[in-house]
């Protein structure tokens, strides 16, 4: 599977940015999806991700509360919806999938390009 993310973007503080991943192959429907940032200097880190049906969605207790994952089958699309963005949000955020949801990065198999998102203070 391909994904390929969208253009993230600068927000203020406070604010909201809607992140979207298209994703190409007939197998997208089996496998979960996970979003993870990076900033320089550090390892890349779990943000959410959704399992296959999207019944199951998980959160790092950083961005629970504001941060929604979701997912289109239909439409070959995951989603990560950011609200009440603060600077510690800046990174630049990943998605992926893999065979099963997970916090490791390396549990994934399939990763999109980066995109930046900046939340100025």
């Known amino acids: 599977v391909q994904l390929q993310a969208s253009r993230g973007g600068l927000v203020q503080t406070g604010g909201s940015l809607r992140l979207s991943c298209a994703a190409s192959g007939r197998t997208f429907s089996y496998l979960a999806v996970g979003w993870f940032r990076q900033t320089p200097g550090k390892e890349r880190e779990f943000v959410a991700s959704?399992?296959?049906?999207?019944?199951?969605?998980y959160y790092a207790d950083s961005v629970k509360g504001r941060f929604t994952i979701s997912r289109s089958n239909a439409r070959n699309m995951v989603y990560l919806q950011m609200n009440s963005l603060k600077p510690e949000d800046t990174a630049v955020y990943y998605c992926?999938?893999?065979?099963?949801?997970?916090?490791?990065?390396?549990?994934?198999?399939?990763w999109g390009q980066g995109t930046q998102v900046t939340v100025s203070s």
């Open positions: 959704i399992s296959s049906s999207g019944g199951n969605t």
């Open positions: 992926t999938s893999g065979s099963r949801t997970s916090y490791i990065a390396y549990d994934y198999d399939g």
